[in-house]
Structure formats: structure tokens, C-alpha cells
């Protein structure tokens, strides 16, 4: 199984990162992309990905995080994703539900990882809630300027949106939030992707799936939403497993090599 996005350097798994690391392992989690959403992040979640195999590294800015990084262009993405860790750009998006930066300099953070994606072919990792329509608006436009690898992560928007962002070409990830009871929507949207468009991730520390809700999450936990999705999809664990993981590495290319 491949853990398409978490956080191995925050609160809560970093202080055992060492041991958050084998208990993956041991659940069968032989990749994790590890995703920053701050600069002064990088570095240490580059350093993660280097001292191990399988686990790479991202380097963005979430929306959360736009007003404390005016100076972010395409320029910096570009020069932080040479190394041969990082394999993405990202996370990034927008997200007017929480709105902790302005929305117009997270539009602009936005647009700057849309191009650094398309300029180094590396996927962009979209973290977008309560935005839907500017969304999908930066999306598509920047397709038009050139196309682009990328992918919705942690999905939780609509139907609609999923058959969007389908559209353009993207990738959709599927969080612990699926085996929620409130999370039917999302269970209907789920069901019906297509088969080599799905990832699957943790996003951990945050959102631990049932039967670990109110946990700190951790990579191992990836398991517990594959075997969850593939009941919905009427699918093998195996099959879905090996399929999610293929589906990794067409998109995040860069990560066969590293």
C-alpha cells in the first residue's frame, strides 16, 4: 500500500517518527509521500524522505499558510523540487471554510503551484474545501495555459466537483473521512470513481479512520480505509490495494526512480 499523503514531521508522529515508520511497515505501507505546507518545513521533510526508502517528500504552501508567505513563487517551487526526493508540489488549494489567510493572496499562492506543477511535470496536490467553483476556475485555466499532472487530496467535495476535477485529467484520494457514518456523500462519490484515477492516504496526523477515530493517526492506519473502500466498491482489498498503488506511481512518476 502506498499512504499518497501525510505529515511524518508534525505533532504527534514526529516524536516517534522511527516507530510510526515501522508500524506502517508492518501494516503492509511499503510508500508514504510526506507533504509540507510551509517553507520552513522542507528541508526536514526532505531530510525524512531521504533517510528512507520509500517515503518522498512535497514541497508547497497550504492555503492556510498563504499571508505568512508573500515571497512564494513558482521560481522557489521550482529550485526546492529538484531533489530527487521530491516528487510533488503541493499541498496547496484553497480553503474558504477556515479562510486563516485572505482569499485573494491564497488564490495567488494557488496559481504559483500551477505552474511550478506544469513546469517541472510534477503533480500538483490540491487541498480545497468550501471553494469548489475558484477551485475548479484556477484549475481549469491553468490547463488552458498547458496541461499538468495533479490530484484532489483528502476528497470531500461533491460529486460534481469529482467528475471536474476527473475531467482535467486529475487523480482523486481518499481519506479515513470515507468510513465516517456522517460521510455519505462522499461513500456515493467514492464508490463510483474510476478504478485508475483512485489513491488512497491518511493525511495523519489528522483524521484517524473508524475503528481508530479520536486516535492520532499514523500511516499504518491506511489499511484500515483500503479495506473500508474496497467493501464499498464491491472490490478485493488485494485488487484495490494493488491498484491504488499503481495509480501512485503513474502520477507521481518521479517516485519510481527515488
Excluded at 499571508?67 to 488549494?93: C, M, N, W, Y
Aim: proline share 3%; hydrophobic share 40%; with cysteine.
Amino acid at each position: 500500500m502506498i499512504d499518497s499523503h501525510c505529515h511524518l514531521n508534525y505533532k504527534g508522529l514526529v516524536e516517534e517518527q522511527g516507530a510510526v515508520i515501522e508500524r506502517a511497515r508492518a501494516a503492509g505501507v511499503s510508500g508514504m509521500l510526506n507533504i509540507s505546507t510551509r517553507e520552513r518545513e522542507w528541508d526536514d521533510i526532505i531530510a525524512t524522505a531521504q533517510a528512507h526508502e520509500g517515503i518522498w517528500a512535497s514541497v508547497g504552501i497550504h492555503p492556510h499558510e498563504a499571508d505568512e508567505h508573500p515571497d512564494i513563487d513558482t521560481q522557489r517551487l521550482v529550485e526546492a523540487s529538484q531533489h530527487a526526493k521530491v516528487v510533488g508540489i503541493g499541498e496547496t488549494g484553497l480553503d474558504y471554510y477556515y479562510d486563516h489567510s485572505d482569499r485573494q493572496r491564497q488564490q495567488l499562492s494557488f496559481r504559483s503551484h500551477v505552474v511550478a506543477a506544469r513546469e517541472t511535470g510534477l503533480p500538483l496536490i490540491v487541498h480545497t474545501r468550501d471553494a469548489e467553483e475558484d477551485t475548479l476556475t484556477i484549475l481549469r485555466e491553468g490547463m488552458e495555459e498547458g496541461a499538468y499532472p495533479g490530484l484532489i487530496h483528502c476528497f470531500t467535495a461533491s460529486g460534481a466537483f469529482a467528475d471536474a476535477a476527473l475531467e482535467l485529467g486529475f487523480y482523486i484520494s481518499i481519506s479515513g473521512i470515507v468510513t465516517f457514518k456522517n460521510a455519505k456523500e462522499l461513500q456515493e462519490t467514492a464508490a463510483r470513481l474510476p478504478a485508475d484515477r483512485l489513491l488512497i492516504e491518511t493525511d495523519s496526523p489528522f483524521l484517524a479512520p473508524v475503528p481508530h477515530r479520536g486516535k492520532t493517526c499514523e500511516p499504518a492506519y491506511v489499511a484500515d480505509t483500503a479495506q473500508f473502500l474496497a467493501n464499498l466498491r464491491g472490490e478485493k482489498v488485494d485488487d484495490l490495494i494493488a491498484s491504488t498503488s499503481q495509480n501512485f506511481f503513474t502520477l507521481f512518476s518521479k517516485a519510481q526512480a527515488h
